[in-house]
């Protein structure tokens, strides 16, 4: 599975499929790679050194999977308050818990090298338990895999 | 396929790839999720009740395949006018009609249970010869499939 | 693999992943279609006769590769100039070099007829490497493709 995409709800439902999937014995590998990267970051990160550029991507793109929002129906930010207020409602977990629990259940989840390249992500700024690796990597789960979906 | 999207161009890329898989006598399961059930709705939908965030969800969103946008060149809806008119122009089916052409030919169409839930969507409201199910039937369907993509 | 946005970074991963595939000896065919066909278009293209819609389209959707922009962070276009820039400095080939490079290295370029049709797009107007099909052939090419994804 390949994440690109930072929207709240598209996230949402990658790792419904990935936890879905792990919980009925197959083994899932998620490659992050452009925008789907936010979702790991650190919401209380290490400091580390940043040329400018980098400092500019750092603030302006969502830090953790805390705060991204949705793909429609922005409103400010209202519907994503509401759908995050919905899904507390019905006893759901949230994305960073659903993060936690794909970690938790051997859902590998990889990093793509060029996009942290690109967008001056360092390692010490994601999530512990991620593996950062190139796109070989990637072509080569996807032709163990029976599905490849690019959400 | 998954169809995540409620944009009227990657509907309309969806029925055309499952209506013509089908037609090439493959079987094709359709999985919507999120804004795609928007497309399922039915326009004139009997009354239920409702409480107040699922009336918000109700009127924000688009009712029915007929009242999908474009996801580029939005214009004030302009983009959206033209490409149906062009549509029709050239004798193409407009979405509803592949609509009813995919579950004519046996494209088996479900929804995401967990969405209505989240959406308060109800069963009633949307067209009838749709199954709904949860993620793990997507997963089974997959399993099964030569290729899953999601849209 | 089915390429349907037009959006800069969704191109990019679409041809990194493309080249990569084809590096480690596989075969790929793009199946280009609706937004997607605007990076194929030649910068400088030769002179048809269209109608008045065409000519609204031809005029109001990106010509080339080089005019794509990112599809997050657009910033009256900052973000685009601020990508470019670190992947000129990062020495990463352009979108234009990747497009070259796959079709110098063997991967098969397909463009959608009915997206050309409904967009009034004619064959003069895109790169000259680049075969015309309709959605049969994909849907033949991804059955005997080991991973079939959708951007």
């Not at 999937?21 to 790991?40: D, R």
């Not at 650190?42 to 580390?48: A, L």
């Not at 759908?83 to 990889?110: C, D, R």
Request: aromatic share 8%.
């Amino acid at each position: 599975m390949v994440v690109f995409s930072g929207d709240l709800d598209k996230a949402i439902a990658a790792f419904i499929i990935a936890n879905g999937a792990v919980s009925m014995g197959h083994k899932v590998t998620m490659f992050f790679t452009f925008w789907g990267l936010n979702m790991l970051r650190k919401q209380h990160p290490p400091k580390v050194k940043k040329n400018i550029v980098e400092k500019m991507f750092g603030f302006m793109m969502p830090r953790s999977a805390e705060r991204l929002t949705l793909s429609k129906m922005g409103m400010g930010g209202l519907g994503t308050v509401m759908i995050k207020g919905i899904m507390k409602k019905k006893n759901m977990n949230s994305l960073p818990e659903m993060i936690q629990s794909a970690l938790y259940n051997g859902v590998q989840i990889q990093t793509c090298q060029m996009t942290m390249d690109l967008m001056g992500i360092r390692k010490e700024k994601l999530l512990d338990e991620i593996e950062t690796v190139g796109v070989a990597t990637f072509i080569h789960s996807s032709d163990e895999s029976n599905a490849t979906i690019f959400i």
